[in-house]
């Protein structure tokens, strides 16, 4: 597991990195699906649809995994356009708030699912503080906090409860935002 970890880091570090042609922003987007899939590859499938119990699992291994799929789905977003720390969206916001980044590669469902999937499977007590970090942080775009909602209700019911505070804010902030956005 830890050559697939490496590998994913590498490629989100050549994103994050930045710069380069089409060609060079397309094989790097290619090099983080490949290392996800990898990564996949370790774990078995029945266990990638139901989540194995937080006693099982690896508290360290796991946390850093956690980071790690963190950063890359906050790279995949976009967060990483001239920005080095994590959750920050760069290229402006709009009214409320509203992140308006993107990056240049074109995003995939399927790829957002699977890094998705990989959260909730290494999901662990010892990533409480920087998911809800993420939540809170109003430099966060919204599709990373969308996501991490995603993953949230994805955990079983213990796990999840202690962030439904903070999920139900976001909610309430957001659909305050697209309501006076929409009346302008």
């Given amino acids: 597991m830890k050559g697939a970890a490496r590998r994913l880091a590498a490629a989100v570090e050549a994103i994050r990195a930045g710069g380069g042609t089409v060609a060079e922003q397309q094989t790097q987007q290619k090099e983080l699906v490949q290392a ?16 194995t119990p937080i006693k099982k699992r690896s508290g360290k291994s796991n946390a850093a995994l956690f980071q790690l799929l963190l950063a890359t789905l906050v790279v995949y977003s976009g967060g990483h356009v001239g920005n080095t720390s994590a959750g920050v969206a760069g290229g402006g916001t709009g009214a409320m708030g509203v992140s308006l980044s993107s ?23 010892s990533v409480v503080p920087s998911t809800n970090e993420m939540l809170l942080a109003k430099n966060t775009s919204l599709y990373v906090k969308v996501s991490l909602v995603m993953v949230l209700c994805r955990l079983p019911l213990q796990e999840a409860l202690q962030f439904l505070p903070d999920v139900v804010a976001l909610a309430n902030k957001n659909i305050r935002a697209a309501d006076y956005y929409m009346k302008q």
């Fill in 36 to 51: 996800l899939i990898a990564l996949q590859r370790l774990w078995k499938p029945e266990l990638l649809t139901s989540s």
């Fill in 103 to 125: 990056w240049s590669a074109p995003s995939s469902e399927c790829v957002h699912r699977l890094v998705c999937d990989l959260l909730v499977r290494s999901f662990d007590f």
